[in-house]
């Protein structure tokens, strides 16, 4: 969501969270007052305590209180949208922060979840003078049409550097991240290095650390853990969390379906089996405490090996054990995109090979046929030093420069998927069928399918269905990610389709042949999108219809005349006419006897 926010109100913030003192962040000379927020962001009728360190006595005032109203002992709420300012005073000092009230509780329901996964590094980013790499590098990710920054603590990030300790992410490292990431229209996970000890705190403890970051303006969510083998000693995290803030996503990532002893290349429904209890049961916690999981997110990096090499077997078993698995308990999936190459001197076998922009493109559409609704790109900025494991070929490198073999491209495609995502946001992936091979054994197009191949070309199909209109959509993507697809495919008892535009989401007529045919080309690793009519529903005849009858075309007599088809109508004006005079004087004559 972009935001339309006062400058001066914006620039404060982001002084206030760098730990400078802007014009609109006051403190008096006569001493320093500090509030426990930055700043605020509330819905309408939603509160916020704000509170200045040292206690006392306090008073607080609202700049509009038609926007945000405030109570003698700091409750914030917000009664309108708009912004406005909150001021502490106590004694000689005071303190200003700016307020931005919204119309409804954030959330992520009204488009496909665009994030990356290892933002820009703190080595870089508080490695020069000023914010000017801050401000650089978050319009980069904005204009890339970046949603969400999933930032990380512990062992992500940079390794200590000889006497070099590494850079840690505290409050003042996140509260910067919230601050420029709402400058420019999104939000952050907080990575607090805290966070890092929450199977050791108890739950009062853990919603203590919440409250710091709850309704700070671009704060979206909380990091728990990438990759836990066992999720669940993290369940009353996630609940301690939703319990102090529960719009705040909480992020925790699962390990690919290999990880639990499928081995590579075969089919092994046990190992399978355990994955999805794995799956189940995380959710399942979550749906019992009350708070769902706000996604189902696993990652694996299936471009392998040698240039061209895909893991596609480990790759679709895993996409179909989530997409299942979700769908059981309502809750949103998520997969990363690979972007990046590494080399893990430990095992080489989880080293993984860099990503032309048309591979990108293709785990982009094959994850959004099973139907996720999050996409993050891992990485997005090169990491460097890291113990035992070297990345290389990321979007932007290590130095802040965005690669323009990739940027561009990744820039495009994050359109066209916010595009179709106004759809697909909505649609559920019922069923995920593989034409030519069948990589991770999923099944093929069944005969009773609504779309039938008329070739064994590679391209996956599946049917999502509308969660409000039940309207059924069908999404085909090209299995090739090197080159281009052209095919034919069937669907009897339908004259037309309606694709949804990747430039503008807005649906487009198609005809299909008098035979049912539909001609189909997508680009290296594309997809479309579809949306099948619904009962009764008709179209405007199609221009080459041969149904459709031409008027005649006039004589050559007609054409030097200039009446054509014309002259019918004419001679029956003219009768008409005549008529009409008959009728009067007839009329006339009876009046005068």
Known sequence: MKLNRAASLIAAFVLLCGGLVGPAVRASAAGQLTLNKPALELSLGESELISAEGGGNVAFYSGDESVAMVSDNGV??????????????RGGAACTIPVHVIPQERDFDDNILISVFWPPTAEYMNGGEGDERWDEQFKLLSDAHIDYLCNVTGRDRQQNIGSVPRQENT????????AYAYKYGMRVSVADERFSGFLQMSAAEIQGLIDEYRNVPGVGGYYILDEPFDPMPYAFVHEAIKLADEAGYTHLNFQPIHAYGRPVGTLDSAADERYRAVLRSWLQAGEDCGFPQDY?????YPFTGTEGGMARDIYFANLAAVREVGLE???????????????????????FRSTTPSEIRYEAMLSLAYGCKQLSYFTWFL???????????SIVDENGAADPYYYGPVTDLNAEIHALGKTLIGLDAEEVYLNGTQWGWQEGIPENFVLQPTDSKNYTVSRLTDRETARDYLMVVNNDYAAPLTTEVKLDGFTFLRRISPE???????YLAADGTLSLTLDAGDGALFSLPAGGETAEPAPEDPSIEEPASPSEGEKESGCGSVIGTCAIVLLLAAAFCIRKNHKNSEGNR
């Open 383 to 393: 990491p460097t030093n890291r113990n035992g494991e070297t990345f290389s070929k």
């Open 171 to 178: 409050k003042e490292t996140n509260l910067k991240m919230a």
């Open 504 to 510: 503008n989401g807005e649906a487009v007529t198609e």
């Open 329 to 351: 308990y309502g809750v949103k999936t998520a997969n990363y995109l690979q972007s990046v190459s590494s080399v893990l001197q430990s095992n080489g076998a989880l080293s």
């Open 296 to 300: 189902l997110m696993f990652d694996f």
């Open 76 to 89: 914030v709420k917000g009664v309108g949208v708009g912004d406005t300012e909150v001021t502490a005073e």
